[in-house]
């Protein structure tokens, strides 16, 4: 069987499986609804068929609430939220519904109206609302997320703050049952038809699995928002009792609720950064819009309301609380997003001088780079008649018949021709094209060679030189020539520095830090004009013919040859500081040091 064939099977088996999975729900939630479709039909009104619809009703949501959690252990916590404030919303009605069920099954009492449970069963939509905000079809940010969840608050507060406005003086204030029954019912209508929108509009964003999961969730609460509208009306004329065919809809929408759960899972959901989730600025404005509608109540409850006084002061009470709720998180909002804008500037900084740092070594490269090239292409034109120079000589050594004073002269043009090669090979070395000899060394060794090649005593006056190193130090991999030759420069070019100042002090610590080794070279000295040019090709501050603007070049591509990094900063007060960084490889043990914390080398 080829690839292609063995993964259309494939493909054909998980349409199967999709597709076959979910018939044992189907088949459940037939047999439920045809079981109470018989029951509401054959048994007549009484006790009996009254249990029996409230027992029903407290276990078809105990099943959608199970399936939602079902889904709530992904990897992705963004779908596990979603999944579990759907199942918080159905968990909500059915502690309603238990309400209901204990009223009549357990103390055999009529559900008096108003019933303490209508704020239960008004708030149940509410969980579902934040559900969608977390539109978990769409990788959406942190941000994105935090504010969706706070304008999923403050919506909250709005329906909360609407159910006290509309529904609760006809309660407890000056109690009404024909205007609470009627507030309540348009309420919650405008309620419940407002969860089916939410979800068809991410049904059409969506695409994929999620496309159908919402589908499913939007036909489910479709039929709950008409459900919930006819049964209210039959009740307030007198026509509804528990158990009757009345309950048919509202279980079969807590069943798509499942039915939807289980497809879900089926179908190993992931989300989309790229997919399009229903924008940030629109719930912001929803929110706003919530808030701006809140005194346009408040000043019609007063002078628009024919309502009782007490009512009309009820509610402009309850108007300004909820005012002072949304303005608190309103603020908590923008200063969400100003902390988060404060964040981005950081980071834009941070990236900004990490990219000034990075074209700057750039630049540097190709500087040095420019100079390997005119070093190796000069180092090239030397070596050839510096090769027939050395040949020539040799034959004059090789002559017997040449006298002493003769044979003396050829000696020294040979010494002086060895010593030309030796540089020739140092202009090769710097131009990349002699590989370093790099073997395993101890950078405090390398230093403490770097200082007694110096002999600084013998040219130098009133400087002093310490050395702090570290008693157990990584080994490192370089070229010791190479390296001895940057500390050396770095060495000499301090105590030039300093004695032009008449002396003064050069600290050398050398430490480990983050897996490499580090040797900070600090002098007293006037500093550097210009500590970002000082690797600069031929730049210098020293006087006219001591110095040639190379020194610092060629050691910083001997550092960088060596996977390491060389900088320069001036001190505060006085004076520069060379930082060398060199990685220590894992596999090398470490250098063990005498415990001598401090060693001094003076010069008087």
Not at 37 to 55: H, K, R, W, Y
Not at 302 to 320: I, N
Not at 350 to 379: F, I, M, W, Y
Request: overall charge positive; aromatic content about 8%; hydrophobic content about 45%.
């Amino acid at each position: 069987m080829s690839e292609a064939q063995a993964q259309s099977v494939a493909t054909t088996v998980r349409k199967s499986r999709t597709s076959a999975f979910p018939t044992w729900i189907l088949v459940l939630s037939a047999t439920v609804l045809g079981v109470y479709a018989a029951v509401s039909v054959l048994v007549a009104p009484g006790p009996e068929l009254t249990a029996f619809g409230d027992i029903v009703q407290c276990l078809v949501p105990l099943l959608a609430v199970t399936a939602l959690l079902w889904n709530a252990s992904s990897s992705e916590w963004r779908q596990n939220f979603f999944w579990t404030m759907l199942a918080a919303g159905c968990a909500l009605w059915m502690f309603g519904q238990l309400m209901w069920t204990y009223l009549e099954v357990g103390l055999h009492q009529a559900v008096p109206n108003p019933f303490l449970g209508d704020v239960i069963f008004f708030l149940h939509i509410v969980p579902m609302f934040v559900a969608l905000a977390m539109a978990p079809h769409a990788g959406k940010s942190d941000l994105n997320l935090r504010l969706s969840l706070l304008d999923s608050t403050f919506l909250l507060v709005w329906w909360l703050f609407l159910y006290i406005f509309a529904v609760i003086p006809w309660q407890y204030v000056s109690p009404n049952v024909d205007l609470y029954s009627r507030n309540v019912n348009q309420l919650y209508s405008t309620e419940c038809l407002a969860l089916p929108m939410g979800l068809a509009a991410l049904a059409i964003l969506a695409s994929g699995g999620w496309r159908h999961v919402y589908a499913h969730l939007f036909g489910g609460a479709m039929l709950y928002a008409v459900s919930s509208t006819v049964i209210n009306r039959a009740i307030n004329r007198g026509q509804y009792h528990t158990g009757s065919i009345y309950d048919l809809p509202l279980l079969a929408s807590f069943l798509w609720f499942a039915i939807a759960a289980v497809v879900g899972r089926r179908m190993n959901l992931e989300s989309n950064p790229q997919a399009t989730a229903p924008g940030q600025q629109l719930s912001s404005r929803i929110a706003m819009a919530t808030l701006l509608s809140m005194p346009p109540m408040a000043f019609w409850s007063v002078w628009g309301s024919s309502a009782q006084p007490s009512v009309r002061m009820f509610r402009l009470g309850v108007t300004q609380v909820a005012i002072l709720a949304g303005i608190g998180l309103i603020t908590l909002r923008r200063r969400i997003v100003d902390q988060d804008r404060q964040r981005l500037v950081l980071s834009l900084q941070d990236t900004v001088g990490n990219l000034q740092r990075l074209q700057s070594r750039l630049v540097q490269s190709e500087k040095l780079a420019s100079l390997g090239h005119l070093a190796a292409g000069a180092a090239h034109e030397i070596n050839n008649p510096l090769t027939g120079i050395l040949g020539y000589v040799e034959m004059l050594l090789n002559d017997l018949t040449l006298n002493d004073k003769s044979r003396a002269t050829a000696d020294k043009i040979r010494d002086q021709g060895l010593r030309i090669k030796k540089l020739v090979t140092s202009l090769l070395s710097f131009s990349r094209q002699v590989p370093a000899d790099k073997v395993p060394l101890d950078l405090a060794q390398v230093v403490n060679s770097a200082l007694q090649l110096g002999n600084l005593g013998a040219h130098r006056k009133n400087i002093r030189i310490e050395v702090k190193a570290d008693s157990m130090l990584p080994t490192i991999r370089g070229d010791a020539d190479q390296l001895l030759r940057v500390f050396f420069n770095l060495i000499d070019n301090a105590s030039d520095a300093m004695q032009e100042v008449g002396g003064g002090l050069l600290q050398i610590r050398i430490f480990s830090e983050r897996g490499r080794v580090v040797a900070e070279f600090s002098d007293t000295g006037p500093g550097m004009r210009d500590a970002r040019r000082v690797f600069d090709p031929f730049y210098t501050t020293k006087p006219a013919g001591k110095g040639t603007g190379l020194g610092l070049s060629l050691c910083y591509g001997i550092i960088q040859e060596h996977g390491g990094d060389l900088t320069c900063r001036n001190t505060p007060g006085a004076g520069a500081t060379f930082r060398v960084e060199l990685p220590a490889p894992v596999a090398l043990a470490s250098t063990a040091h005498a415990p001598t914390p401090l060693e001094t080398l003076k010069t008087r």
